[in-house]
């Protein structure tokens, strides 16, 4: 596709429940990043991939929070046992490098009931 | 700690009436400032990217600059259209990983 495609755009889930968000980075880009955003703040980083692996973690929560890009192009970002406070938009941004500039998707709006 | 503050939080503005919008930023080894612009419901759009002190980026209305503590976002005779909440973010040398540090963004209105 032209551009970062992210599935589903929105997601209701009930507090305990278990969630998967996905991420189609542009075609050939090597980098992919996911971040979160909350209403009225900037994104926020969570995980950073080059290739398969994930490069940098930093970002994630807790052990609740998990993510895979087991072929080099599609993540997913996995949620376990979800809590209100994990409402949120999910972004997902792919770039060719770890330093060029970043593609981001439409985002992904998590609602915890 | 890489920092990035954006000011003020929300402007209006009346069509045609100029203005610039701040991003103050503390980082280890600036590799890039990027500029998005964001519409509700949508992801961040990419406007620009600035690597070097004294650095200015132009597209349509929007003027980019960027100084060794700050940038700012020119809007010359803004319309309607460009009524959105606009990001700025650093990547600092520390990381090799380039995940972007963002500011929490500035709510332009311009109203026709």
């Known amino acids: 596709g032209a551009g970062v495609s992210q599935t589903p755009s929105n997601k209701v889930t009930e507090k305990g429940k278990y969630v998967e968000l996905r991420c189609d980075p542009i075609?050939?880009?090597?980098?992919l990043y996911w971040y979160r955003q909350s209403l009225g703040q900037g994104p926020e980083f969570l995980i950073y991939f080059q290739g398969t692996g994930a490069a940098d973690d930093s970002g994630l929560p807790n052990d609740r929070f998990f993510a895979v890009r087991p072929e080099g192009s599609v993540s997913t970002l996995k949620i376990q046992r979800t809590e209100r406070g994990d409402s949120a938009v999910y972004l997902c941004?792919?770039?060719?490098?770890?330093?060029?500039?970043?593609?981001f998707g439409p985002g992904t709006r998590l609602t915890v009931l | 700690e890489d920092q990035v503050t954006q000011s003020p939080e929300a402007l209006r503005l009346q069509e045609g009436e100029s203005s610039s919008l701040n991003c103050s930023y503390t980082?280890?080894?600036?590799?890039?400032l990027f500029w998005y612009r964001q519409d509700p419901g949508k992801g961040p759009e990419f406007l620009f990217t600035?690597?070097?002190a004294g650095e200015e980026k132009e597209k349509e209305r929007l003027k980019a600059t960027l100084t060794k503590k700050e940038s700012f976002l020119h809007i010359t005779a803004p319309k309607p259209e460009d009524s959105a909440t606009y990001l700025c973010a650093v990547q600092g040398g520390e990381s090799n990983t380039g995940k972007l540090i963002f500011g929490q963004g500035t709510t332009l209105q311009v109203k026709p």
């Open positions: 980082v280890s080894g600036l590799r890039g």
């Open positions: 941004a792919s770039s060719g490098t770890g330093v060029d500039t970043q593609y």
């Open positions: 600035l690597y070097s």
């Open positions: 075609s050939g880009h090597t980098a």
